[in-house]
């Protein structure tokens, strides 16, 4: 929680004394004891209950659903038998869902985000600290995954973003200069020092569906539901440490809060809801009481009125009429931390549906009594059916079967038969209801793993091609709610929260444009909302299947464009070689197979001098005065013999590239030509002309025909 600060930071160390506004607004002030505000805060608390009241059957019916994920058989399963199976058709097809959808969101590249600036300039070093904190949050790991089986199951993507800071004691050797008076001559000695650490970063919580309110509930966005007075609001489960922890860092009120301890000491629970983590807990195998004694807070976002101006508003309540605290928000962006979007949205509701609701919730319960039914008949249908006449064979007792067993009877009046074999009927009910499920959750082959779905015939390369058609079609309309509702104002407001807590500057890696080489770069403070407007980028990479065929065929066709065609422009292909090097060998290799000259300074002759006598190599640069480096070199080297013949390579490595220049230069004053046929650059494809395989070759599986390229939001034909 933000604390209130005596001075106001303006720009990277400059600080001002608070104004009179900000004095009498103080967002460190608790607003509780005002009459006025109390009186709002309890009318809108008891509209918050009545709230969660009213969405209990939908809370009700999402522990279903993640009942039914969790493969839990329930009381709605009509058949009660011996076997007790749960076919988990709902389940693979949800882990296909967010398999793909995660590494979609997420590409091999590691390049998460997108900036457009005013003045054109790229900043690097805030696009390298966004995905250092992306990093550091585990999105990808931690918080994609489960979010993405939230939109699924529940119908909700919810996320908390907020900062938090951890405080390490370590210890460390250093060196202490001796005391003159212990030793003769002063000398180093090592000595053992404590210190502390403040690593502070911002983190990311998914909120289930059942602790979220927002009202009033047909607004279109959380913004919309505050501007028309209406409020947001989270539960929270709390043990004591952390309410202690709360007041220690002054977001919550001493006296009402420490009421709220006793009351927990004392073996009283306060009103309870839905709790979807315990649900998750126990169907993780981990059973008793696992969360503890705690406490049910409200964590409320409303616009007040205080003196006379609407302000945004953190209130914490703790049940029966009993008000933790309210101040101002406490974050400068004046924004709430807080973001929500429908997995499908429904006109006129802020919540969508769950898309276990419609119809999938029962072709699963279906599936399950026919595997069931299935698996009961099998145990039946593999056991054989002795007939015998009893009045010809007395002896049916002996009639025992074990291995080498002799039956003391007529053949003729034994027989054998066997139980209807009614298994197939139940798994080919099994089967339909899978394919079924499998169509309204919008799964294809292509997101199942191995080969199913698609049976024993191999696939063709058409087929293979239309599946990923399909799938980017069907992949592009989940992730681009959670680009755009989710992700892209995640990143937004953690840029906000290190310009509000981050004082001192920050090393983290970089990947800039090609050329430059992976390195640490120090990130100074961040001005906020200028100049720049940051987006996830992690859909756009990945989107389109036939990206990377259009760039190859289309840098082609620009190289082949004479410059008096465009009189006004320039063309600059380095932006297209770092963008199609990044998505085919991703950040890592691309700086290193496409160099930037101008990152690799040339240096001084004498300072190249020094180095080679300590022993260094030192390498030649592309943009080096050979023949004056040539000239100082020989020079060094007749002075001082050239003992270790570092000046000897040196000064060939600068004829070796001043050879390269000349032929280069040679080759560009050379009239163009080629083989015959139309061939440059060695038997490459004309100038002009799209790459193809040659004859008789064959593109890799899964690569679209240059004829049937289309608009990926188009549905292919079957």
């Known amino acids: 929680m933000a604390k209130s600060a005596k001075k106001i930071r303006t720009d990277p160390g400059k600080v001002r004394e608070p104004s009179k506004a900000e004095e009498q607004l103080d967002r460190a002030e608790d607003l509780s004891s005002k009459e006025n505000v109390r009186d709002a805060l309890l009318d809108i608390f008891k509209d918050v209950e009545k709230g969660f009241d009213n969405q209990a059957e939908r809370s009700d019916n999402n522990i279903d659903w993640w009942e039914i994920y969790n493969c839990e058989l329930g009381s709605r399963q009509f058949y009660n038998g011996t076997s007790q199976i749960f076919v988990p058709i709902v389940r693979s097809a949800i882990e296909a869902r967010k398999t793909r959808f995660t590494n979609q969101m997420f590409p091999t590249t590691g390049r998460y985000v997108e900036v457009t600036t005013e003045d054109g300039t790229m900043p690097f070093t805030e696009m390298a600290l966004l995905e250092h904190y992306v990093r550091q949050a585990k999105v990808r790991t931690r918080i994609a995954p489960p979010l993405m089986k939230n939109g699924d199951v529940e119908g909700q993507y919810t996320i908390q973003v907020a900062w938090e800071e951890t405080r390490r004691n370590v210890v460390q050797r250093v060196k202490k200069p001796a005391e003159l008076e212990e030793l003769e001559t002063p000398e180093e000695i090592d000595d053992i020092q404590e210190e502390e650490l403040v690593d502070g970063k911002p983190v990311v919580y998914v909120i289930a569906d059942s602790d979220l309110l927002v009202l009033p509930a047909t607004a279109d966005s959380i913004e919309q539901a505050l501007a028309e007075g209406g409020s947001v609001t989270t539960l929270c489960r709390w043990s004591p440490a952390k309410i202690k922890r709360m007041i220690a860092e002054g977001a919550l009120e001493k006296d009402a809060a420490e009421d709220l301890i006793s009351e927990l000491r004392k073996g009283e629970r306060s009103e309870q809801r839905v709790d979807k983590a315990k649900e998750m807990v126990d169907a993780a195998g981990v059973k008793g009481d696992s969360r503890g004694k705690f406490a049910l807070v409200y964590r409320t976002w409303t616009y007040l009125t205080i003196d006379g101006e609407r302000r945004l508003c953190l209130a914490y309540y703790g049940g029966k009429e009993r008000i933790l605290s309210c101040k101002r928000n406490p974050f400068w962006s004046d924004r709430i931390d807080i973001f929500s979007a429908a997995a499908d949205k429904v006109d006129g509701s802020f919540k969508g549906c769950s898309r276990i609701k419609p119809g999938i919730a029962d072709l699963q319960i279906q599936a399950n009594d026919a595997c069931n039914e299935a698996m009961d008949s099998a145990a039946y249908a593999l056991m054989p059916i002795v007939m015998t006449d009893p009045e010809k064979n007395p002896k049916t007792g002996q009639m025992v079967l074990t291995m080498a067993a002799v039956w003391e009877t007529s053949p003729n009046d034994t027989q054998f038969a066997s139980f209807p074999p009614l298994w197939k009927d139940g798994m080919e009910i099994v089967a339909i209801a899978k394919q079924e499920i499998f169509q309204a959750l919008s799964v294809n082959p292509a997101q199942i793993t191995g080969h199913a779905g ?48 981050r004082d001192k500057p920050l090393r983290v890696r970089q990947y800039g444009e090609t050329g430059m080489r992976s390195n640490m770069i120090e990130i100074p403070l961040v001005q906020m909302d200028k100049l720049y407007s940051f987006r996830w980028y992690g859909v756009e990479a990945a989107r389109n299947a036939q990206q990377l065929q259009q760039q190859i065929a289309g840098l082609n066709v620009l190289r082949g464009i004479p410059p008096q065609m465009f009189p006004n422009y320039k063309l600059d292909l380095g932006p297209v070689l770092s963008q199609m090097l990044e998505n085919l060998f991703g950040p890592r290799l691309a700086p290193l197979t496409l160099r930037d000259a101008r990152m690799e300074l040339s240096f001084d002759p004498k300072t190249e001098n020094k180095l080679l006598r300590d022993g260094f190599t030192v390498p030649v640069h592309i943009l080096d005065n050979h023949m004056q480096h040539i000239q100082t070199h020989q020079e060094e080297a007749q002075a001082t013999g050239d003992p270790t013949g570092a000046f000897r390579v040196h000064i060939m490595a600068h004829m070796q590239a001043m ?60």
């Open 454 to 501: 698609r049976g024993a015939k191999r696939p063709t390369q058409a087929e293979i091609a239309n599946e990923q058609q399909i799938d980017v079609l069907t992949t592009a309309d989940a992730v681009t709610v959670l680009e755009e509702e989710i992700f892209t104002p995640m990143l937004r407001f953690m840029l906000e929260l290190d310009h509000q807590y």
């Open 659 to 718: 050879q390269q220049q000349q032929a280069q230069q040679m080759q560009a004053t050379q009239p163009q030509g080629g083989p015959p046929g139309g061939q440059q650059d060695g038997g490459g494809p004309r100038v002009g002309a799209t790459p193809g395989a040659p004859r008789g070759g064959q593109q890799p599986p899964g690569a679209i025909h240059l004829d049937r390229m289309k608009d990926p939001r188009v549905m292919p034909r079957a």
